[in-house]
């Protein structure tokens, strides 16, 4: 699938690339954003806004202080209505997708590589109950990893939607992940976004944004010139 447009900077500390998206994306967020909290104690999943036909498309970002012992954390996008209190700490139970990061400390003061994934309804082994729209390998991205160093005081999750793909950016774009959308985000209707951690962990800061079509009509276009 097509990925959003991208800019590529090496980090000369980490020695290593890091892809984000262009800065220019974040014009396409319609204000006010839908949902944003905290800082807050996070155990379990907490929705950023009640459903809505707009979240088809999102920019959600959410920044967690670093842990101090195991655990995941994560975004869900595309979650059907009336299931947003349902999730629990798994996505199993539902049709929506998850970027999720999960996170063991090191046994001492060292880089650690965390892993990250994105899950679905529609994933091996996850239990969906949607009929399934898309081979499950064409909705779930395979596990990878991302560099956590000693010096990394949060854990920053990025997750761009458009209702055809879910693209992830893990801590400033070290990682980055690309899936295939969940069945709930190719049908019409309202949908939300979450974010959730296991066990208790703070989150310091969480938003999310509808975005519009980056794509003009012809009438558009030429009313620029």
């Known amino acids: 699938g097509m990925t959003v447009p991208r800019?590529?900077?090496f980090d000369s500390a980490l020695g290593r690339i890091l892809q984000t998206?262009?800065?220019?994306?974040k014009?396409?967020?319609?204000?006010?954003?839908?949902?944003?909290?905290?800082?807050?104690l996070l155990a379990g999943t907490k929705p950023l806004f009640a459903a809505t036909e707009s979240a088809h498309w999102l920019d959600v970002t959410a920044v967690f202080e670093r842990p101090s012992g195991s655990t995941s954390l994560w975004v869900?996008?595309?979650?059907?209505?009336g299931q947003e209190q349902v999730m629990g700490t798994a996505p199993a139970a539902y049709n929506a997708t998850r970027v999720q990061l999960t996170y063991k400390p090191p046994r001492e003061n060292v880089a650690y590589n965390a892993t990250v994934t994105v899950l679905g309804g529609m994933c091996a082994g996850a239990g969906g109950t949607h009929p399934a729209k898309k081979p499950p390998k064409q909705v779930c991205a395979p596990p990878?990893?991302?560099?956590?160093?000693?010096g990394d005081s949060t854990i920053e999750l990025r997750v761009l939607a458009d209702g055809n793909v879910v693209e992830a950016f893990f801590m400033g774009g070290r990682a980055t992940l690309l899936a295939r959308s969940s069945p709930a985000a190719q049908e019409p209707g309202p949908v939300s976004a979450a974010v959730g951690a296991s066990g208790n962990q703070r989150l310091r800061s969480a938003t999310a944004f509808a975005m519009r079509d980056m794509w003009i009509s012809a009438p558009e276009?030429?009313?620029?010139y």
């Not at 990878?144 to 000693?150: E, N, R, Y």
């Not at 276009?221 to 620029?224: E, N, R, S």
């Open 7 to 9: 800019e590529l900077l």
């Open 76 to 81: 869900d996008v595309w979650i059907p209505p």
């Open 144 to 150: 990878s990893t991302v560099l956590v160093a000693p």
């Open 21 to 25: 998206p262009v800065a220019e994306l």
């Open 221 to 224: 276009l030429l009313a620029m």
């Open 27 to 40: 014009q396409l967020r319609i204000q006010p954003a839908l949902g944003a909290f905290g800082p807050l």
